[in-house]
DNA sequence: GCGACAG
DNA sequence: ATCTTGTCGC
């Protein structure tokens, strides 16, 4: 009676995988949305202005150290051009689902697809025409990752964005490193991420002139890795781009403050 | 068998 | 993810 300790996490794993299998058959690995980007169109005419991209969203989720199924979601929206903050929304609730590698997606996604569902239900102006999110899309054992699985639920161009690498097809932190020391990348500060397999799985970026730790930009949903790339360097004021640095911010605020005036109110 | 393993 | 203050440098 106590030799299948695992199997409860086992079926359930069983069952994400085939969750991922069935919602990677609506991934969109294209450009596919109606903005251009001001910036990088110079050559644009008269009546391109108002089809450009305005507002980009950005999403993270923070802990209490008391509690870590404490979680405070993120949302906020900055302004495409000057990267200002133009809204932010949060959410504050008991995460059941644990964090298993690989399937981030179900303890995250769920939160994370109730905030941009609020400000589309309430047809809120500032309702974001791109998301950028706190982990991987594409790079991700399965082709599947968080940024894929938010960008499918909520129908939005999507783009992944790690801090650390998840190791996959042969990739590691180290082999990163490697590569952009090598010579005949000579001071390059973009490397794009081919496995053994020869599958490209995303880009490693070293977003700004000090920086020596790269991030992992890869696919999230209706865009290509070119234009992924194209628009988390136009976001970078430092390493981690605006929108989800800013949604990292405020969201531990946010928590503390939720915090604070939980305990206080008993 | 052992280690690795986004957040 | 979170624990954590000051500190070294541009």
């Not at 801090?163 to 042969?170: A, E, F, R």
Request: hydrophobic residues 40%; contains cysteine; negative net charge.
């Amino acid at each position: 009676m106590m030799d299948h300790p695992i199997e409860y996490s086992e079926h359930t794993t069983e069952d994400w995988i085939n969750v991922q299998e069935s919602l990677k058959q609506k991934l969109i690995l294209e450009d596919c949305f109606t903005w251009t980007i001001s910036s990088l169109d110079m050559s644009s005419v008269e009546n391109s202005r108002e089809n450009n991209l305005k507002f980009i969203g950005g999403v993270d989720v923070s802990f209490l150290k008391e509690d870590p199924s404490m979680a405070c979601a993120a949302l906020v929206v900055v302004d495409a051009e000057t990267l200002d903050v133009v809204h932010e929304e949060f959410d504050v609730v008991q995460l059941q689902i644990p964090y298993v590698p690989g399937f981030l997606a179900f303890r995250e996604a769920p939160i994370l697809q109730g905030l941009l569902d609020k400000m589309k239900q309430s047809a809120n102006p500032f309702y974001p025409q791109l998301l950028m999110v706190d982990g991987n899309g594409l790079l991700h054992p399965r082709g599947f990752g968080l940024a894929c699985h938010v960008g499918v639920l909520v129908d939005l161009p999507v783009i992944g964005v790690g801090k650390n690498l998840h190791h996959v097809d042969g990739l590691t932190q180290s082999s990163v490193r490697k590569l952009f020391e090598a010579k005949e990348n000579n001071g390059k500060d973009l490397i794009c991420l081919v496995g053994k397999s020869g599958r490209v799985w995303g880009a490693a970026m070293r977003s700004t002139h000090g920086s020596t730790k790269p991030i992992y930009v890869s696919i999230g949903h209706r865009i290509s890795l070119d234009s992924s790339i194209k628009i988390v360097k136009l976001c970078c004021k430092f390493r981690i781009p605006e929108p989800i640095r800013q949604a990292d911010i405020r969201s531990r605020i946010f928590i503390q403050q939720f915090k604070g005036s939980s305990s206080m109110d008993k």
